[in-house]
């Protein structure tokens, strides 16, 4: 026995898994519950037409065959038949064709909404489930990746729906009807050939597709590589031109595209030999049936008509059958898309609300961080016991050099991991207690980099609130000093912002994010470098905006510039995970321990950044 390859290995399909699949298509198509009774309905109904439909397609032969004999041999037509007339079963026959394609388009139009109800709900329940994931996934996988797995995942399910349901159920439905018909209307033998035939068909489609599907994989990954590396290669148009790299760079190009010619050249030739192969066999059997239907007209025992009804069965079986190493094909990729969408399904949020988690309630704002612990690597702990509370109303910045854990601070607050040890508490409540929706409501975070929706500058500040009127998001911009600039565009607050914010600059986009978290009016706010992509006079305003924004609230500043929270109300610092120092600006300094050095440095640093001007 072969043994099976790497690549052989991924393309083999897991039936269990493929089953699997399957089943759970299933309450999309047939749901329980009240109010679903249309849903079924129109199930059934779409059944009941594709079975007339196929009923016809199987009596249109009959009729076409009666129509011949009524005009070569009339004694020998069924008495019902004759009594229509040549002309009569000829309009017969074409009213049967007529109706076979009207049941089959109403067929569509009676399962249409069902089959978008079901991609929209798919589609629904896997993009609600992607931002209930935690964020350590969304750093671990990439974006595209994601809506790729969304995509294919759907257009796989509305793929395999409309193939089992209309080509493959339909296709099995009409050959078991026509091997039938041809078992009645002449003898076993005819029905014996047709059936090796579509089983010497199947089995032969079956087998080249596998090997087709191969040799599809290899030259698609030709592909690939040959367009990365002419991507790679125009991207460092600069470095080519200075290596002198040109003929290097055309040759690695044309390496790449020679074996990609090559893997579509066996493409090619393995698509030739799939349908001359198919073309053998089926026209071996239609010329098998015809022999014998021949044979039957030179004893007596048929008569012509039921030679052109043999030859029109065999024809009318040829057209859903060449659709079949293609439907095979595409059937497998739908089901490995869809595995992949409800595997993506199957991942467990990491963060999760407990069994009867209650509302926040945000009295006073105190913030507690009670002996915590944390790493997003478990042989790598970020913070190593911390304990710190902000007062209600207090504001407390945090500071460190890199990877302290600043940050890591933040991402707990807000719950977009769990602590592994210890406690974090908001006014006595263990936030692991309550809902992360109403934790999420309390709290307001300005990241150190703001990214927008590629929608307009008045959307994204009004994100900060669905119900926002537009007098409290102008005022919000006011309040972020953004409102004169959005003023001077030439659509005002209807200027589009471009992909993430690409078309504002760093100091703007970071402007409209503390727009939209004052907007958002929270007890709780997290700055997070959140003036840092600000000029020097730029920062100083908003300083003052977010210092006025700040009152009566509880702040944690997390800041790398000492200069922006000499005002805080305590500074904390942090070093490998730990709370080294903490106090107010003046006796840090006058203590001189880590955050007079940290304080130091900054001041040498903006001296010489000043001479070097």
Do not use: C
């Amino acid at each position: 026995m072969r043994r099976l390859s790497p690549t052989d290995e991924a393309l083999r399909p897991d039936r269990a898994s493929n089953w699997q699949t399957l089943r759970r298509t299933a309450p999309y198509l047939w749901p329980r519950g009240s109010g679903m009774g249309w849903i079924k309905r129109r199930v059934v109904g779409a059944i009941l037409l594709l079975l007339a439909a196929k009923v016809l397609t199987v009596l249109t032969p009959v009729l076409f065959g009666w129509a011949v004999d009524a005009l070569a041999e009339p004694d020998k037509v069924p008495g019902g038949a004759l009594l229509i007339g040549a002309m009569g079963l000829t309009a017969a026959y074409g009213v049967a064709r007529i109706l076979t394609v009207g049941f089959q388009q109403l067929r569509d139009v009676v399962f249409a909404r069902v089959g978008q109800r079901a991609l929209r709900l798919i589609a629904l329940e896997t993009f609600r489930h992607i931002h209930a994931l935690s964020l350590r996934y969304h750093i671990t996988r990439k974006t595209g990746s994601l809506s790729r797995v969304i995509d294919r995942g759907v257009k796989g399910v509305d793929f395999l729906l409309r193939i089992l349901l209309f080509s493959l159920g339909p296709l099995t439905l009409e050959l078991i009807l026509t091997g039938a018909m041809l078992w009645w209307l002449f003898d076993a033998r005819y029905l014996a050939v047709v059936a090796v035939t579509i089983a010497l068909y199947i089995w032969f489609t079956f087998r080249v597709t596998e090997w087709r599907v191969r040799i599809r994989k290899e030259m698609n990954d030709q592909d690939q590589q040959a367009s990365q590396r002419a991507l790679d290669s125009l991207l460092n148009y600069e470095t080519v031109k200075y290596f002198s790299a040109e003929a290097r760079e055309a040759a690695r190009y044309d390496t790449a595209m020679a074996a990609y010619a090559e893997a579509a050249v066996r493409t090619n030739n393995s698509l030739a030999f799939l349908n001359f192969g198919q073309g053998l066999l089926i026209n071996l059997g239609l010329v098998a049936v015809m022999l014998m239907a021949a044979a039957g007209v030179q004893r007596g025992a048929l008569t012509a008509g039921d030679f052109v009804m043999v030859n029109a069965y065999m024809i009318q079986l040829t057209i859903p059958l060449n659709f079949l190493g293609n439907m095979y094909r595409e059937i497998r990729q739908a089901l490995v898309d869809m595995d992949e969408m409800f595997r993506l399904l199957d991942q467990p949020p990491e963060v999760t609300d407990r069994d009867g988690a209650r509302p926040l309630r945000v009295d006073a704002g105190e913030i507690v961080f009670d002996r915590v612990e944390f790493g997003y690597d478990p042989e790598r702990p970020i913070l190593k016991g911390l304990s710190f509370r902000v007062a209600p109303g207090q504001k407390v910045a945090v500071v460190g050099s890199s990877g302290a854990g600043k940050s890591t601070i933040g991402r707990l607050l807000f719950r977009f991991y769990d602590v592994t040890g210890g406690a974090i508490r908001i006014d006595g409540q263990d936030i692991r207690d309550v809902t992360q929706d109403s934790l999420h409501r309390a709290i307001g975070v300005v990241p150190q980099d703001t990214v927008l929706f590629n929608d307009t500058i008045g959307y994204n500040i009004a994100y900060g609130r669905d119900d926002a009127t537009q007098e409290e998001i102008e005022a919000a911009a006011r309040a972020a000093r953004l409102h004169d600039f959005i003023l001077s565009l030439p659509q005002g607050y209807d200027t589009p912002v471009g992909e993430r914010g690409l078309k504002l600059s760093g100091g703007e986009k970071q402007r409209v994010g503390i727009a939209r978290t004052l907007l958002k009016d929270p007890p709780i706010l997290i700055l997070d470098e959140a003036t840092s992509a600000l000029d020097t006079a730029t920062e100083a305003g908003i300083q003052a905006e977010l210092e006025a924004a700040g009152r009566g609230r509880s702040v944690i500043v997390i800041a790398h510039r000492l200069s922006t929270i000499a005002d805080a109300d305590r500074i904390l610092v942090l070093e490998d995970g730990r709370l080294v120092e903490e106090g107010t600006h003046e006796a840090l300094l006058a203590r001189g321990g880590r955050y007079a050095e940290l304080w130091r440095r900054q001041g040498a640093e903006a001296d010489q950044a000043v001479a070097a001007e």
